[in-house]
């Protein structure tokens, strides 16, 4: 009840993401109406450099924080984010580089016919595949995740979307897809990513069936990687109810819709990530080398 499960239409092709906002011109009910008080900003940049080096940065955390959630498996999992300035390109973890050792200096900028424009390491064949085929798909689609996490990956193996149990799972109400295409097929076929990316049109997250947990944002890096440590967050919470063998009381569809406009946004993906981010800046000063 959870997800749209038809195959998609055809993709948009806007540009820049604009924020929604409330009649009161705020972008979130979190946003403070009091002036004067501390509370994280959306960034502006005055050239294309600065917004690369503000992307890049982010990139990284966004690395940085899926280490310091256990997802690292040997190799597998890739991160990309489009560069501003060329669209066409994208910033990614370099192949073989641990989460927590992925820095600014060792990214690597690559096109979307798996070639590498700048930076010494290697490109992930399997990245390479699925996000270059969502990102030359979908022109508004900015960054995307994906790693081969423990709950993220038992729950795909069911092949069925997130229930809205919580307000936190409620987030990805009618919001994420189930993809069958390909499922448990390892994706360094350029078909491979053909089939997956299809389903990504309207929706910022997908269980990939026997494979595991994939987010995309046309907003931030920050809020695709919030939402990706949410979904795994969230299939490990249902995977622990279900094992009580109680059903569970769903959150009713009106309320999951109303908790996904307010909890789950694109903005608040991004609000979320900012705490991660100043945590990993104060901490880990080593990955703006």
Same mark, same amino acid.
């Given at each position: 009840?959870?997800?749209? @499960?038809?195959?998609?239409?055809?993709?948009?092709?806007?540009?820049?993401?604009?924020?929604?906002? @409330?009649?009161?011109?705020?972008?979130?009910? +979190?946003?403070?109406?009091?002036?004067?008080?501390?509370?994280? %900003?959306?960034? !502006?940049?005055?050239?294309?450099?600065?917004?690369?080096?503000?992307?890049?940065?982010?990139?990284?955390?966004?690395? $940085?924080?899926?280490?310091?959630?256990?997802?690292? +498996? #040997?190799?597998?999992?890739?991160?990309?984010? $489009?560069?501003?300035?060329?669209?066409?390109?994208?910033?990614?973890?370099?192949?073989?580089?641990?989460?927590?050792?992925?820095?600014?200096?060792?990214?690597?900028?690559? /096109?979307?016919?798996?070639?590498?424009?700048? #930076?010494?390491?290697?490109?992930?064949?399997?990245?390479?595949? @699925?996000?270059?085929?969502?990102?030359?798909?979908?022109?508004?689609?900015?960054?995307?995740?994906? &790693? *081969?996490?423990? +709950?993220?990956? &038992?729950?795909?193996?069911?092949?069925?979307?997130? /229930?809205?149990?919580?307000?936190? !799972?409620?987030?990805?109400?009618?919001? *994420?897809?189930?993809?069958? /295409?390909? !499922?448990?097929?390892?994706?360094?076929? %350029?078909? &491979?990513?053909? &089939?997956?990316? /299809? =389903?990504?049109? #309207?929706? $910022?997250?997908?269980?990939?069936?026997? *494979?595991?947990?994939?987010?995309?944002?046309?907003?931030?890096?920050?809020?695709?990687?919030?939402?990706?440590?949410a979904l795994e967050r969230c299939c490990r919470q249902q995977l622990m109810v279900e094992a009580t063998g109680h059903k569970p009381v769903m959150v009713p569809p009106d309320r999951s819709?109303?908790?996904?406009?307010?909890? #789950?946004?694109?903005?608040?993906? =991004?609000?979320?990530?900012?705490?991660?981010?100043?945590? @990993? !800046?104060?901490?880990?000063?080593?990955?703006?080398?």
């Amino acid at each position: 009840m959870s997800s749209v @499960l038809e195959r998609p239409a055809e993709a948009p092709t806007s540009s820049k993401f604009t924020l929604p906002k @409330l009649p009161d011109g705020r972008v979130s009910v +979190y946003q403070p109406q009091q002036q004067g008080l501390i509370y994280p %900003e959306v960034p !502006a940049f005055s050239n294309f450099a600065e917004e690369r080096l503000h992307l890049k940065q982010r990139l990284v955390a966004a690395c $940085r924080a899926f280490a310091l959630e256990g997802f690292d +498996y #040997g190799f597998a999992g890739h991160l990309t984010v $489009r560069d501003p300035e060329r669209p066409e390109l994208y910033w990614t973890n370099p192949m073989c580089v641990h989460f927590a050792q992925v820095k600014v200096s060792n990214l690597i900028l690559v /096109d979307h016919l798996g070639s590498v424009v700048e #930076g010494k390491s290697a490109l992930n064949r399997a990245g390479f595949v @699925l996000h270059a085929a969502v990102h030359e798909a979908h022109q508004d689609i900015v960054a995307m995740c994906h &790693a *081969h996490t423990v +709950y993220g990956t &038992a729950f795909a193996a069911l092949g069925k979307p997130l /229930d809205p149990i919580s307000q936190d !799972a409620a987030a990805f109400f009618e919001d *994420h897809v189930v993809i069958k /295409d390909e !499922a448990g097929a390892v994706a360094v076929e %350029e078909k &491979a990513g053909t &089939a997956v990316c /299809d =389903w990504f049109v #309207g929706v $910022r997250a997908a269980i990939h069936q026997n *494979h595991g947990l994939l987010t995309a944002s046309r907003f931030s890096i920050e809020s695709a990687a919030f939402w990706f440590i949410a979904l795994e967050r969230c299939c490990r919470q249902q995977l622990m109810v279900e094992a009580t063998g109680h059903k569970p009381v769903m959150v009713p569809p009106d309320r999951s819709r109303y908790s996904r406009e307010h909890v #789950g946004s694109e903005y608040i993906g =991004w609000l979320h990530f900012q705490p991660i981010y100043e945590h @990993l !800046a104060a901490t880990q000063p080593d990955m703006f080398d």
